[in-house]
């Protein structure tokens, strides 16, 4: 982990910490989820559901109308909801990953139980949440988005799902 990284983490665990909850007007996300996903939306903690909201409101702010990549905004940490993070497990993904960079990779493997559990749902998060909005009935696409939103975007993408990961994944790491 970079530098600006950490910072950008330490940015998000101050805003978690401070900044009030903001009110998300169902009808603004309504029209991107399906009645299957809303309720996986609302299941998130109230720092995912906001930080969900403002990738999906950042998104539609530049110009962005694609449908299944909105729908993928505000789901793509849902599988968060399979064991939720505390603040302590946040501080530790981000210190551990700043200190201990091959050593966190091999921690978010195996059962997320004990302290690996912070770095098992960091890593596997997207695979988790890609299977809850697909038995859910969401789109193919949404769901490709929401497995594979933490993979780094290419240079130079050559498909359209590379341009909305590329989409996806610069507004996600601004909030």
Same mark, same amino acid.
């Given at each position: 982990?970079?530098?600006?990284?950490?910072?950008? #983490?330490?940015?998000?665990?101050?805003?978690?910490?401070?900044?009030?909850?903001?009110?998300?007007?169902?009808?603004?996300?309504?029209?991107?989820?399906?009645?299957?996903?809303?309720?996986?939306? #609302?299941?998130?903690?109230?720092?995912?559901?906001? &930080?969900?909201?403002? =990738?999906?409101?950042?998104?539609?702010?530049?110009?962005?109308?694609?449908? @299944?990549?909105?729908?993928?905004?505000?789901? &793509?940490? =849902?599988?968060?909801?399979?064991?939720?993070?505390?603040?302590?497990?946040?501080?530790?993904?981000?210190?551990?990953?700043?200190?201990?960079?091959?050593?966190? #990779?091999?921690?978010?493997?195996?059962?997320?139980?004990?302290?690996?559990?912070?770095? !098992?749902?960091?890593?596997? &998060?997207?695979?988790?949440?890609?299977?809850?909005?697909?038995?859910?009935?969401?789109?193919?696409?949404? =769901?490709?988005?929401?497995?594979?939103?933490?993979?780094?975007? !290419?240079?130079?993408?050559?498909?359209?799902?590379?341009?909305?990961?590329?989409?996806?994944?610069?507004?996600? @790491?601004?909030?």
């Amino acid at each position: 982990m970079t530098l600006p990284r950490f910072a950008y #983490r330490a940015r998000q665990f101050w805003n978690a910490l401070l900044k009030p909850e903001i009110h998300i007007p169902t009808g603004a996300i309504q029209p991107y989820l399906t009645p299957a996903e809303l309720p996986l939306f #609302r299941q998130m903690q109230p720092s995912e559901q906001r &930080h969900s909201y403002l =990738v999906f409101k950042r998104l539609r702010e530049s110009g962005q109308t694609e449908a @299944n990549l909105l729908s993928a905004a505000l789901l &793509h940490d =849902v599988g968060k909801i399979l064991s939720p993070l505390s603040i302590l497990d946040r501080v530790l993904i981000v210190v551990g990953r700043y200190l201990f960079p091959k050593a966190s #990779r091999r921690w978010g493997t195996g059962a997320p139980k004990g302290l690996r559990r912070p770095f !098992v749902v960091a890593a596997c &998060h997207g695979e988790w949440g890609a299977d809850l909005v697909e038995k859910a009935g969401g789109p193919a696409l949404t =769901v490709e988005l929401i497995r594979r939103h933490h993979e780094p975007p !290419v240079k130079e993408p050559a498909t359209r799902v590379e341009e909305l990961l590329a989409d996806l994944h610069a507004v996600d @790491n601004e909030h």
